[in-house]
Structures are given as structure tokens and as C-alpha cells.
């Protein structure tokens, strides 16, 4: 590790003349910054995406796991009786932390958002439903479902299980894909570069074999050469990277709670993350110049 | 400093050089002259690790060439000042940077370099052309820029590759006049020309030695010159 950071801090440490041994290179250097930027610009929203997947996946799991419900549709006359046996037998199963009926305004409040805000629930045969709350051990869930079959004709019990785990599956591979996308961008941004340093080497054979002449070391003539495409790559990250940044911020609320369309951004202290994105593609930069200078040097001379 | 012995160069179509055994101890003069073609800037390529030969064995400050690594030879480079018959230079970059470049890359203080550069821009009659760039400066300022930058981190050895093939004949006895002083001073010097003229001159005011390469072979001239 030691051994990196001295190369990392030799390469932009000694004499800043070493810089001026190459000559500028026009329009080239923008192409470079403009293509750094473009990189992190789309890094930015990989890294968003991937955190919103990221925090829908953790409340999916933090709001589902250890709830259950158990439905009653029975007949009106016995729906209480019903509720009452079922939740005697939810209480004394081991693994249940606790039990309830929910009122008829929190089965209306369920309802809302498909039937609208003034329905008239109680003269719908809808449903009771008993809100189940499992202990960090769980209970046996084929176990209650036969008891409940033997006790409670009425009662049927939805653990959650059978439609929770594919949307935390797929908002997991979400957030695997955001991350292999800020990879497959890192590789693109130092395969970019390796392009950019081999046509500066290769077009500047005359000043290397000048410079070797005089006694120049390999690190000397590539540190030029990795200063300048680190920094111009840095400074279109850094652009790029305030421009995605700006144009998440001008995005719809990213609240907590929001649906994933609008969750989409940064939340707290998230908002860090991007800076790193400009420092990772300086440093890709910066190992993608140093190493195809030194291998161009060696051929060159 | 530098010795070759028994060295044979291949450009892949058959030896150019063959058999050639050479040494330069400390200040001593050499003349290598030869017709075009002949290979005597590969001989000097050789000398300054810029070749390697294909057989027998070159010595540079008592280090087999051959299993020097590119950082020894770099910095054996800054023993050996070089001066190519085509001058080449940092067309973006002003004369007294180009000057500069040995004590630059070697990381020589600012200090100890401008007056170092100071000096020897004076020395070659250079001061009011510190400014230009190269692609500005005559063929005679060029070679003198060549010589200035070759030897201002004091080198051991020159090794000068047609010094005065592109300048008239008053500017080669001032630049031959040059080497001479730093012969004097204790430098090895090896000049490559054809211009036996100025091999006459020269050994006038010092005590040269003329190899010849002939059928791809050294042999000592001063006889017949």
C-alpha cells in the first residue's frame, strides 16, 4: 500500500517544469475533459440509481419482514367469533409477538388509494384482517396454518413471503447493476485515457527521444504525461459530477418514503458519495497514463 | 570510460560492424571518420547505450551494456553529453530551456542552473538567443545550442555525431575550438566526421586520435592524414 502511495505522490510531486516538456495539444485536452465529463455525468445517476434501489430493497425488507396477516371471511354473523378464536390462537403460538384486529378505519385507510377516501366500508363484506407481528425467531408458518384450518374455518394466513422476495430480489440486482455500470464506466473512462495518453506518446516519439538523450528516466518523461491527462481528466469528472449532482437535486422530492420514480437521488448524508466519483476517475486515470507511457517508452526507445 | 571489444552490429541484413574493439579512457580525442554509411553513428550509438550490439562487449563507466536496464542507462546518459548531426530540440520550448533539459531532468536546483546556463549560453555566444525557439535559430546556432546543451552537466564524454555538417567552415573551427578547451579540461571526446579538413586542424592544437571504418572494421588513420 505504502509502495502505491509513493508512486501516486511521486507522480504529482518534483519539478512542475517536467510538465512543460510536452507541448500543449489544442482541441485534443477538451475531448479528453468533455469525455471525463460525460463519464461521471452518467456515474452520478448510476450511483443514484443504484442507492434508491438500494434503500427500496432495505424498507421493502424492513417493512415486510416479521408481519404477517391473517384474513377472516366468514359470514358476517361469525366474523367476530372468528377474529376472536384466531387471535386467541396467534397469541399462544410460539414465535408471535403479538396480534390484532385491525379497526374498520385503518381497512378503509388500506383501501383508500383503489376505492377513494368516502367508501362506505361498512357495507361491503370485506374481509377482516388480524395484523400478526413475529419475535426475531419467527414462528412455524405451516404449523399456524394448520391450526388455524382446524380452529378457525375462516382464517387464512398471508405471510408476505410469496411477493416480498422477488421485489427485494429485483431491487437488489437494481443496485448490482448501478454499481457494475460505475465500473464498466470507470473501465470506459481508462480505456479512454490509455487511448488519448498512446496518441499523445506516440505523437510526441520526438521530444521521448530527445528526452532520453539527455538522460531522462521513463518516470520522468511519463510523470509529464500523467500529470496532464490525471488533471484534465479530474477537471471533467469534477464538471461532470456537479452537473449530474445539480440535475438530481432539480429532480422531483427524493424522500424516504417516496415512490421509486421519486426516490430517485440522494438522501443525507448520500450526498457524499458522488464526490468520490471525480477522486476514482483521477486515480483510473492516473494508473492508465503511467501504465501506457511506460510500456509506449519502452517501444519507442 | 568506455570500452567496446570485439563488437559486431547486425541491422538485420548482414553485419555492419564487425569485430571492433575500441577504448576511450579519460581525456583523451577521437576522430571516427568513414564514408556515409559507413556506421559510424551506429558506433556511437553503441557508446551511449542507444544500440545494443549484436555481439561481443560494450562497457559504459564499467557496466556491461547490455544488462544495464533502462534506468541505468538513463542515468549513464547524463555522463555522456551527445551531439546529433540533425540537432534535435524541443521545437515549443525556448533555447535556454533546451540548454537546460540535462540539468532539468537530472533535477538540478534553479540556482546552480541558471548560472550554470548563464555561463555557458555566454561561452557559446548564445546570450542574446536565449529567448528564441529552436525552429528560429540558424544551422550554426543549432549546433553551438547542441553543444551547450550536451555539455552542461560536465560530462565525462562527448560523443559528437557530425558536429559540423550543417555550418560553415569558420563556425566548425570555433565549434571544434569549443571541444578542444573542454578536452583540455579533461573531457573524452570522440568526434564522428568526414571532414578530414578539420581533422587536420584539430590536430594541430591537440593530440588526436583518427579511426577509420572500413569494410565494417576500425582501423587506425592517422597516417595518411
Request: no cysteine.
Given at each position: 500500500m505504502k509502495r502505491w502511495l509513493d508512486i501516486l505522490k511521486a507522480g504529482f510531486s518534483g519539478d512542475p517544469q517536467s510538465d512543460r516538456v510536452v507541448p500543449p495539444t489544442g482541441y485534443s485536452a477538451w475531448l479528453i475533459v468533455f469525455t471525463s465529463g460525460a463519464m461521471a455525468f452518467l456515474a452520478v445517476f448510476a450511483l443514484a440509481l443504484s442507492l434508491a434501489a438500494g434503500r427500496l430493497a432495505d424498507r421493502w425488507g424492513a417493512e415486510l419482514a416479521r408481519t404477517s396477516t391473517v384474513r377472516i371471511s366468514a359470514p358476517e354473523s361469525q366474523v367476530a367469533a372468528q377474529t376472536k378464536a384466531a387471535?386467541?390462537?396467534?397469541?399462544?403460538?410460539?414465535g408471535i409477538a403479538s396480534a390484532r384486529a385491525l379497526t374498520q378505519d385503518e381497512q378503509a385507510a388500506l383501501l383508500e388509494p383503489w376505492l377513494g377516501a368516502d367508501l362506505p366500508i361498512g357495507s361491503l363484506p370485506i374481509p377482516q384482517l388480524i395484523e400478526v407481528v413475529e419475535t426475531d425467531r419467527g414462528y412455524d408458518a405451516e404449523g399456524l396454518r394448520l391450526r388455524l384450518s382446524?380452529?378457525?374455518?375462516?382464517a387464512f394466513?398471508?405471510?408476505h413471503t410469496r411477493w416480498r422476495r422477488p421485489l427485494i430480489s429485483a431491487a437488489d440486482r437494481l443496485r448490482s447493476l448501478g454499481l457494475f455500470s460505475i465500473l464498466l464506466i470507470g473501465l470506459a473512462t481508462g480505456a479512454m485515457v490509455t487511448l488519448a495518453a498512446n496518441a499523445a506518446l506516440a505523437a510526441n516519439a520526438q521530444i521521448i527521444r530527445v528526452m532520453r538523450l539527455v538522460g531522462a528516466r521513463d518516470v520522468y518523461i511519463a510523470r509529464?504525461?500523467?500529470?496532464?491527462f490525471t488533471m484534465r481528466t479530474l477537471a471533467g469528472a469534477a464538471i461532470g459530477t456537479i452537473g449530474a449532482m445539480v440535475a438530481i437535486a432539480l429532480l422531483p422530492t427524493a424522500s424516504a418514503n417516496g415512490g421509486f420514480l421519486t426516490g430517485l437521488g440522494f438522501v443525507g448524508a448520500h450526498w457524499?458519495?458522488?464526490?468520490?466519483?471525480p477522486i476514482l476517475a483521477a486515480v483510473a486515470a492516473f494508473w492508465a497514463?503511467?501504465?501506457?507511457a511506460l510500456r509506449t517508452l519502452k517501444r519507442l526507445t | 570510460m568506455i570500452e567496446l571489444r570485439d563488437v559486431a552490429y547486425n541491422y538485420g541484413g548482414g553485419d555492419l560492424l564487425s569485430e571492433i574493439t575500441l577504448k576511450l579512457p579519460p581525456a583523451s580525442f577521437h576522430f571516427l571518420t568513414g564514408p556515409s554509411g559507413a556506421g559510424k553513428s551506429t558506433l556511437l550509438k553503441l557508446c551511449y547505450g542507444e544500440l545494443l550490439a549484436s555481439a561481443g562487449s560494450v562497457r559504459i563507466f564499467d557496466q556491461e551494456a547490455s544488462e544495464m536496464d533502462r534506468d541505468a542507462v538513463a542515468l549513464a546518459r547524463r555522463r555522456i553529453g551527445v551531439v546529433h548531426q540533425d540537432c534535435q530540440f524541443?521545437?515549443?520550448?525556448p533555447l535556454v530551456e533546451n540548454v537546460g533539459l540535462p540539468l532539468t531532468v537530472s533535477?538540478?536546483?534553479a540556482a546552480s542552473k541558471a548560472e550554470n546556463l548563464q555561463d555557458l549560453l555566454s561561452w557559446v555566444g548564445l546570450t542574446d538567443r536565449a529567448r528564441a525557439l529552436p525552429p528560429s535559430l540558424s544551422g550554426g546556432e543549432r549546433q553551438r545550442a547542441a553543444l551547450a546543451r550536451a555539455i552542461i552537466t560536465s560530462p565525462d564524454v562527448i560523443l559528437a555525431d557530425e558536429p559540423t555538417g550543417n555550418v560553415d567552415w569558420e563556425m566548425s573551427l570555433r565549434l571544434l575550438s569549443l571541444l578542444v578547451e573542454l578536452n583540455k579540461m579533461g573531457k573524452t571526446i570522440l568526434i564522428a566526421t568526414h571532414d578530414l579538413n578539420l581533422i587536420r586542424s584539430a590536430k594541430s592544437q591537440v593530440n588526436a586520435r583518427v579511426l577509420r571504418i572500413k569494410n565494417r572494421r576500425l582501423q587506425l588513420a592517422g597516417a595518411d592524414l
Open positions: 387471535i386467541n390462537v396467534l397469541t399462544t403460538t410460539p382446524a380452529e378457525v374455518p375462516g394466513l398471508d405471510d509529464a504525461f500523467v500529470r496532464r457524499l458519495w458522488p464526490l468520490l466519483i497514463t503511467r501504465t501506457a | 524541443l521545437d515549443h520550448l533535477g538540478r536546483d
